[in-house]
């Protein structure tokens, strides 16, 4: 079968740093992405990955191991509003995206 | 229009009533999705269309119909809701370059009882 984990809920301070890990098994591997949704609203796009390595974006980058069926999500200089759930997708074989569950980011000050 | 719409924000409906969820898209993407978001579950995917006058079948279909008529449509019908189907609806569209990503509704919050 096809699954993605992540840890449930993180908390962190304000100013700090968070990695979000996602492990993946799926059917295929058309690309991982990383979706901040915050309470109540819609997911919205942060980053793709679809080679191994690195992509920066700001205060926000991702990281990818297709070896390993591993990303993470790395957020520097936490701000309070980055209070939200961050979601991981891998595109499978189908290029049909399947999803994790989220990671519930509590930022306290 | 900017982006993609839904209608209705919520509705409450009782056991065994027919709904159409609507979605509507400006952007003229090929792709459109209808996913359901239930509390510690993943979005999971019911129905997509890549494109218009085409549908398929996603990880739980079952209860739901869709349509495709044009680019910028895209409804899903629940024919007979079942409490089960209570949950967060969320449609989507993406277009065919670049990483593909999705952009999504504001969502309907739908209540079976």
């Known amino acids: 079968g096809q699954n993605i984990d992540q840890p449930t809920e993180m908390t962190a301070t304000e100013g700090a740093i968070v990695q979000i890990n996602c492990t993946y098994q799926?059917?295929?591997?058309?690309?991982l992405f990383w979706y901040q949704q915050h309470a109540g609203e819609a997911p919205t796009f942060l980053s793709y990955n679809v080679l191994d390595g690195l992509e920066e974006k700001g205060r926000f980058s991702s990281f990818l191991s297709r070896s390993k069926g591993y990303s993470y999500l790395l957020l520097k200089e936490l701000q309070m509003k980055d209070s939200a759930s961050y979601l991981c997708?891998?595109?499978?074989?189908?290029?049909?995206?399947?999803w994790g569950a989220g990671t519930k980011l509590i930022i306290k000050p | 229009i900017a982006g993609i719409t839904q209608a209705p924000t919520s509705q409450i409906l009782a056991a065994g009533r027919r709904m159409t969820l609507r979605c509507t898209q400006d952007?003229?993407?090929?792709?459109m999705y209808w996913y359901r978001q239930d509390l510690g579950l993943g979005l999971r995917l019911i129905h997509y269309s890549n494109t218009a006058g085409t549908t398929g079948k996603g990880e739980v279909p079952d209860g739901y119909s869709v349509s495709r008529a044009n680019t910028d449509d895209f409804p899903l019908t629940l024919a007979s809701a079942v409490p089960s189907q209570t949950s967060v609806y969320f449609c989507a569209s993406s277009d065919d370059e670049g990483s593909g990503e999705q952009f999504f509704g504001p969502g309907t919050r739908l209540t079976v009882l």
């Open positions: 952007m003229r993407h090929n792709a």
């Open positions: 799926t059917s295929g591997f058309n690309g």
């Open positions: 997708a891998v595109k499978d074989s189908n290029y049909q995206l399947i």
